[in-house]
């Protein structure tokens, strides 16, 4: 069965092109910096978003209208899953990621979940031996069922704990199945709502502790992917330990686990952290931990995760900024954890939003490497911070001074000439740069 059979496979057709399903910006054969748009890009569509999402919200019902809508259980699950290739299919995205329970129901019991994910999962695995479409990440929902109330690996019950480990263990094994570049920890309900009935020391303690011993059956099952940990300072927690990157950093050097996981950063979870997309990325790739993205953008005028598609091209420029100068992102990819908005419910709109977050990081890509290759950023901050480079300021950065020396070379001091940032200067030309680009692809 097809499920949006008025729909072909979506083409570049460049900047001049009218036709709403085609791409603009976004050509995956173009070469940026000698690689391919596609491999620099690593796209992935969200399942839960784009398969599983209903359109529900706080004050009203889903008003997404789907062509699976009619189907229960399992059979909704399958043919979710006929749905998901076809447009993988017809967007030729290269990956694709899920929670388990995107996947497949949940059973009475834990032994009859198994089932169904053993069930469907072996019907994925047959698609993906004729399917370019890998699997990015997958992990494990740890959160909306109400035995997670109180948290998964830092709930108060030790048989929520004992579960949920068994979850992250199926996990493990369906990601070795599928061949998963990643797996992700989000924590979910991995936090607190008051510290009045909170023992935060055990909490983080046994958090740390489901980590090691998610490593080492990693280990014994010879699942050689990256874990990727996807900060997140509140939703639907009030306060979650994994607040942002720098707090999760911390957490991952106290208990040793900094060797064994990276971040996926997502831009919406940034701007819930009080941070820009890019200074989430920057905190990430100065440390080494760039892992993956989920890219979407949230709405700085409301205070939740709204998970929209990402539009905004001076985010998705700044963004690849940062990415490329990670030198890519290796394994990880760029996801679109984003979900059509609720007025957009008819199934076209699935494709339209893809091949907008699509074509937005594309043109991103282009401008990033055109900053980079001229140093445009590079130059400036290498001048702004000369100082550093030569006399004392040198002495300070080789670790060749101490505070009476300094001491004595501020005493020596008349004046001291700061020179001006230039913010405006710099916001302009990225301005100039995004503008020349765009006006300068052609059909």
């Not at 496979?9 to 910006?25: C, D, H, Q, R």
């Not at 939703?235 to 957490?251: G, M, N």
Request: aromatic share 12%; glycine share 8%.
């Amino acid at each position: 069965m097809a499920y949006f059979p008025d729909i072909s496979n979506v083409k570049y057709e460049g900047a001049a092109s009218k036709n709403p399903f085609a791409f603009k910006y976004y050509n995956p054969e173009e070469l940026v910096n000698g690689k391919t748009m596609e491999e620099l890009l690593r796209f992935s569509v969200a399942y839960w978003h784009t398969f599983t999402a209903e359109g529900t919200d706080p004050f009203g019902v889903g008003t997404a209208q789907r062509p699976w809508d009619q189907l229960k259980g399992m059979d909704l699950a399958k043919a979710r899953v006929e749905a998901a290739f076809e447009l993988f299919e017809k967007l030729n995205v290269p990956f694709f990621c899920f929670h388990d329970v995107d996947i497949a129901p949940e059973g009475s019991t834990l032994k009859e979940t198994y089932k169904n994910l053993d069930e469907i999962v072996d019907i994925i695995k047959g698609y993906m031996k004729t399917s370019k479409t890998k699997l990015l990440w997958n992990t494990a929902n740890m959160f909306t069922h109400p035995r997670y109330v109180h948290g998964a690996a830092t709930s108060n019950h030790a048989d929520v704990y004992a579960y949920s480990a068994a979850k992250v263990k199926k996990g493990l094994e369906i990601g070795k199945e599928l061949g998963a570049e990643n797996y992700v920890f989000w924590g979910g309900r991995e936090g607190y709502e008051t510290l009045l009935n909170t023992d935060m020391k055990l909490e983080q303690d046994n958090l740390a502790r489901f980590f090691h011993m998610a490593i080492e059956y990693a280990k014994e099952i010879g699942f050689d992917a990256p874990f990727l940990i996807e900060p997140k300072p509140k939703e639907p927690t009030k306060h979650q330990y994994d607040f942002d990157v720098a707090t999760s950093l911390a957490f991952l050097q106290k208990y040793n686990l900094t060797d064994y996981f990276k971040f996926n950063v997502e831009a919406n979870h940034a701007t819930l952290a009080g941070h820009t997309f890019e200074h989430e990325l920057r905190v990430a790739r100065i440390n080494g931990m760039l892992g993956s993205v989920d890219a979407n953008q949230g709405d700085t005028l409301l205070g939740w995760d709204t998970d929209e598609f990402p539009t905004d091209l001076y985010s998705t420029t700044l963004a690849m900024y940062e990415i490329l100068k990670n030198g890519g992102l290796g394994r990880g990819g760029l996801n679109f954890d984003a979900k059509v908005r609720r007025g957009s419910f008819e199934a076209d709109d699935l494709f339209h939003a893809h091949i907008a977050g699509m074509d937005s990081f594309a043109i991103g890509l282009k401008v990033a490497n055109k900053l980079i290759e001229d140093k445009v950023l590079d130059h400036f901050i290498e001048e702004r911070y000369r100082s550093f480079s030569e006399g004392i300021g040198l002495d300070i950065v080789e670790g060749k001074t101490d505070l009476k020396q300094l001491e004595a070379y501020a005493l020596q001091l008349n004046n001291i000439e700061n020179k001006s940032g230039r913010q405006e200067r710099l916001k302009a030309l990225i301005n100039q740069y995004l503008l020349e680009t765009l006006s300068s692809v052609t059909v």
